[in-house]
């Protein structure tokens, strides 16, 4: 299934590369190590570099939207998550090129994807004469000053990926703002499982997301190993608590054959809607290790002492 994957290596018409080769041949390179998979990645990389516009400082997102969503050049806060293909390509062959492109993106993302409270904005979009930020907008979310769940969640994930890259502190306090925001959220939901957008008009008769939970819930759980803040395990311990419940978790042979019940894509133009989806099963999954990972590494300390 794999192998399958591999002519998207070339794709440079996405910038979705970074989840489509580095969750797939990425792995596959973290478990078992070969030469192809490094090439394919590292082919990969490239590809995505490659969509880099220094002028804007940001990988461009989407492509040939038409006079319907008139950007020049749109960013979205999903790309956050297509930078760890980039670490991983200079830590693999010592060019800085790849790493440079990250830090880059990340610090134009931060200026201007979030707001005073850490909240963020979905798209972005550049003028590519000046560099300037032309607009700030919600196209997956409720409205433009909302904050649409999974959107908060990428933010949360992709800088938390930027501080372990880097160890700059900059990342990791803007991942601790995004992580306070989220969390101290007046309409946090009893199971942590958050409404499609925080900011829907009909909470609290909104759907829910598991897919942006399972995502919070991975990043928190490697955030915890950080920012040394108890709360981050234990919120996300009670995410997958829930997401494992029968109220989220499908019956075997069910749903598809999917894990998880109950995500939404995108509500406001009908895509989606309350289906199972395959990245919330890829972070459910590696949500589930990080949190063995953390239990393991906490009774290691408790034996020590």
């Given at each position: 299934y794999t192998e399958a994957l591999e002519s998207q290596k070339s794709n440079r018409g996405t910038h979705d590369i970074g989840f489509m080769m580095y969750c797939s041949f990425g792995n596959g390179q973290r478990l078992a190590p070969n030469d192809h998979y490094q090439a394919v990645l590292l082919e990969s990389a490239r590809s995505l570099a490659s969509r880099f516009n220094p002028t804007t400082g940001c990988i461009r997102s989407w492509d040939n939207w038409g006079p319907t969503f008139p950007w020049q050049y749109p960013v979205i806060i999903d790309n956050m998550m297509n930078l760890e293909l980039l670490f991983w390509a200079t830590q693999a062959t010592g060019d800085s090129t790849f790493y440079k492109v990250a830090v880059t993106h990340a610090d134009t993302t931060m200026k201007n994807h979030f707001r005073p409270d850490y909240s963020s904005y979905h798209v972005v979009d550049y003028d590519t004469i000046s560099g300037k930020r032309i607009a700030q907008q919600t196209h997956q979310g409720y409205a433009d000053s909302s904050a649409w769940a999974r959107g908060q969640a990428w933010g949360l994930y992709g800088y938390t990926v930027c501080y372990r890259e880097t160890k700059d502190p900059k990342y990791l306090a803007q991942a601790d703002q995004i992580a306070a925001y989220i969390l101290n959220r007046s309409n946090q939901t009893e199971d942590l499982i958050p409404y499609w957008d925080f900011d829907a008009v009909n909470i609290p008769h909104e759907l829910r997301d598991a897919s942006a939970a399972a995502i919070m819930a991975a990043a928190l759980y490697e955030l915890s190993m950080y920012s040394n803040k108890a709360k981050y395990k234990?919120?996300?311990?009670?995410?997958?608590?829930?997401?494992?419940?029968?109220?989220?978790?499908?019956?075997?042979?069910?749903?598809?054959?999917?894990?998880?019940m109950h995500s939404v894509g995108s509500y406001p133009h009908g895509n989606e809607i309350d289906v199972p989806l395959i990245y919330a099963d890829y972070y459910f999954l590696e949500a589930l290790k990080r949190k063995r990972d953390c239990d393991i590494e906490a009774k290691s300390k408790s034996v020590q002492k």
């Open positions: 234990e919120t996300a311990d009670k995410v997958m608590h829930s997401l494992s419940s029968s109220d989220y978790r499908s019956k075997i042979g069910e749903n598809h054959n999917f894990l998880l």
